[in-house]
């Protein structure tokens, strides 16, 4: 066997030892994610729907964050668009905000509906909140939202991430309540790079 063939498949063993690499059952429930995320919103309410309004102005507020605490800001982006706006819906009929839609995709496994050779993305995150106070459904409620972000360290660590590049905001009301959720990633690695020395990892 060849010293490459050898690199490839320690590499492998490496990725998939730390459950990097989708299974065979992770992998089909990434491809059907896409078709439920349509059917998802879809069925909407007649009393609620997508805000992209809100959807940019939080794309913003991120940005700008991140940029006046001294990290880069963030490119809005379509790619993951749908996806986080599906959460979203899918928070909104479950009752309450999480990183799983109610048929069991996990975040990886959405993240690969929307994104080829996930393995090439080495930062990947998302954040999920939800603003029900009474009041108008506006930019000051979406910055309510965002605040609890803020003042969760957890959410604002995964906010700061070093390495993110790129953010897709989904936003459904619905009343006067407000389901939202942030989606970040970094440029994917070239991809004949070593994902082990290129720093490669789901954050």
Partial sequence: ????????????LLL??????LTGAEARAASNYAQYARAVLA???ENSGARPDLEAYLDRLASSYRKS????GLIASDMM??????????????GGSGHTSRQGHSFDQRFAAYAEATLLYRARGENAASERQKG?????????????????????RNLMKRDYEFVSTGVIQRGDELW????????????????????????
């Fill in 136 to 156: 108008p459904v506006d930019e000051a409620k979406a910055k309510a939202l965002f605040q609890l972000w803020l003042e969760s360290g957890g959410h604002r």
């Fill in 16 to 21: 998939a030892g730390a459950g990097l690499l």
């Fill in 180 to 203: 939202a959720v942030q989606i970040f990633w970094s440029k994917p690695i070239p991809p004949n790079s070593n994902p082990l020395v290129s720093g490669f990892g789901i954050q």
């Fill in 81 to 94: 668009h749908e996806a986080a706006r599906a959460q979203a819906a899918d928070m909104m009929f479950a």
């Fill in 69 to 72: 605490n001294g990290r880069k």
């Fill in 1 to 12: 066997m060849s010293k490459i063939k050898t690199l490839s498949r320690l590499v492998a």
């Fill in 43 to 45: 069925s909407l309410p």
